[in-house]
T-cell receptor, first 115, second 111 residues
């Protein structure tokens, strides 16, 4: 398996622009997580899905952030409009319920820079 | 609520030195405990895990023992290498698939 795939790996944009981050989970996994990592706040859970349904979005910082999972093999995290303080590395992870320990598998991350 | 507290870094060690990164947790019940490692420019990878009290997880020379009495899961390695330079995250999972991660501890090993 190719693992969790994220695109783009790097994104540089200007303040006010819309940004869309993409994630393809491991085939067969039924949980998908979006995290944000910054030096100041560490690793933060933004939102997670189970069977394509959002379960907990309490970590989404504000209405500028939205996430969708239209099918089991694709999810997006959108920021509109983007701000410099959104600059961070965004990780997607997936896991399989029922598996021993439900280990989370992480993608390589998208490094977002908002100028 | 559930949480994980791990020692702050950064930690800098010479090659072949001993490593301990402290991790304590707060949770009801009996969570599963994990250490994840993040190498530069990469996502997190599972390093080791333990599911119940007194379990010892081990991998790549690293070990951690699930201590229920002290609610701890300290990461140890007897002799670190330059290639161990990374950020280490302690995490717990109580029920469901949601993990709670610590803030991460950066380790740099110098030759």
């Amino acid at each position: 398996d190719a693992g969790v795939i994220q695109s783009p790996r790097h994104e540089v944009t200007e303040m006010g622009q819309e940004v869309t981050l993409r994630c393809k989970p491991i085939s067969g996994h039924d949980y998908l997580f979006w995290y944000r990592q910054t030096m100041m706040r560490g690793l933060e859970l933004l939102i997670y899905f189970n069977n394509n349904v959002p379960i907990d979005d309490s970590g989404m910082p504000e209405d500028r952030f939205s996430a969708k999972m239209p099918n089991a093999s694709f999810s997006t995290l959108k920021i509109q409009p983007s701000e410099p303080r959104d600059s961070a590395v965004y990780f997607c992870a997936s896991s399989l319920s029922g598996a021993i320990l439900n280990e989370q598998f992480f993608g390589p991350g998208t490094r977002l820079t908002v100028l | 609520g559930d949480s994980v507290t791990q020692m702050e870094g950064p930690v800098t060690l010479s090659e072949e030195a001993c490593l301990t990164i402290n991790c304590t947790y707060t949770a009801t019940g009996y969570p599963s405990l994990f250490w994840y490692v993040q190498y530069p420019g990469e996502g997190l990878q599972l390093l080791l895990k333990a599911t119940k009290a007194d379990d010892k997880g081990s991998n790549k020379g690293f070990e951690a023992t699930y201590r229920k009495e002290t609610t701890s899961f300290h990461l140890e390695k007897g002799s670190v290498q330059v290639s161990d330079s990374a950020v280490y995250f302690c995490a717990l999972r109580r029920t469901g698939n949601q993990f709670y991660f610590g803030t991460g501890t950066s380790l740099t090993v110098i030759p």
